[in-house]
């Protein structure tokens, strides 16, 4: 049976191109299970898993939870408050308290960036990264190729645009590394201030006109833009930000051939997207969600071959 390359998600960075290839033909697989009328299977009866979130989730924690228990999995959930991490307990004393419970696997969202990498090389557990501050955001950037896949096809040569807050992205890296690793063309487009220097190093284009990178792209992916991550003033306000870099129904109706709209949510709307354009035959951030829980099965599945 094919097996990943590691036993821990912690970045797609550290994902080979045959093993993107393998999670997203095991979700194809897993997305038949859970549109069966009985969406559950016994793959994974002998394994717990803590799902172990230090920021805010909707999303991703329930997809996961969900996930592990369409797999049948023993599953616990630890949130950072109302935790004894409030009486100054650390990041390595608390998880290991809940691994002594007989756990083997970690979901981990946190704030800091590399906070998975580091529990990873401690712990004797899988630890899959739900979110890691600024940094990656792994199971994102798998469900959002997933859902590419099934609009487009094959992703090779397929133009992709990251729009907005680039700067405090975890889904744009993550989605960065995925797309080029699958022969995808990336370029992100916002505002000079939320585009890191840094991107000019990832062999990514960079753009700062929203509609030339509409016009450009097969795929727009529309991030929000992240006030609680910033400390100063990256533009001038929010009116102005969504004069410049807002998307409406309109733009995209007027494109000369179709595009596929996707976001990872929470949506700021009529921030960076009209709700026109959010609700519109053009958007699948609906589908992305639904995409999530299969994808999210199928890297938990991969993992347990790994224990
Ligand atoms: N896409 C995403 O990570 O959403 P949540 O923050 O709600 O999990």
Redesign the pocket.
């Known amino acids: 049976m094919p097996q990943l390359s590691t036993r821990h998600l912690l970045g797609t960075k550290d994902l080979t191109e045959t093993d993107i290839q393998l999670i997203l033909e095991t979700a194809t697989q897993f997305k038949d299970v859970i549109n069966r009328p009985i969406k559950k299977v016994p793959s994974l009866r002998d394994v717990t898993i803590a799902n172990v979130f230090f920021?805010?989730?909707?999303?991703?924690?329930?997809?996961f939870e969900l996930a592990e228990k369409r797999l049948s999995a023993d599953v616990i959930n630890f949130s950072a408050s109302g935790s004894s991490v409030k009486k100054g307990e650390t990041l390595l004393d608390t998880v290991n308290n809940i691994l002594a419970m007989k756990v083997d696997m970690i979901v981990m969202?946190h704030s800091s960036p590399g906070a998975p990498h580091y529990l990873s090389s401690r712990i004797p557990a899988n630890v899959v990264n739900?979110?890691d501050g600024t940094h990656e955001?792994p199971t994102?950037a798998l469900l959002d190729s997933f859902s590419m896949r099934e609009k487009l096809g094959d992703l090779a040569g397929k133009r992709v645009a990251i729009i907005g807050d680039i700067t405090h992205s975890r889904?744009a890296l993550s989605n960065i590394f995925c797309l080029q690793k699958q022969g995808a063309e990336v370029m992100v487009c916002g505002p000079t201030t939320l585009i890191p220097k840094y991107m000019n190093s990832l062999g990514v284009r960079i753009g700062h006109d929203v509609r030339e990178a509409l016009a450009w792209c097969d795929v727009a992916n529309v991030l929000r833009i992240q006030l609680e991550r910033q400390q100063i003033k990256y533009f001038p306000s929010l009116r102005e930000y969504s004069l410049y870099y807002g998307i409406s129904r309109q733009m995209l109706d007027e494109l000369d051939r179709p595009i596929v709209l996707m976001h990872?949510?929470?949506i700021n709307r009529g921030v960076e997207l009209t709700s026109d354009a959010a609700d519109s035959p053009h958007s699948i951030i609906l589908d992305q969600v639904q995409n999530?829980v299969a994808v999210r099965m199928a890297v938990l599945y991969l993992l347990a071959q790994e224990r």
């Not at 920021?55 to 997809?63: A, G, I």
């Open positions: 920021e805010n989730s909707t999303r991703t924690r329930l997809s969202r739900a979110g955001h994102q889904v990872p949510g929470p999530g």
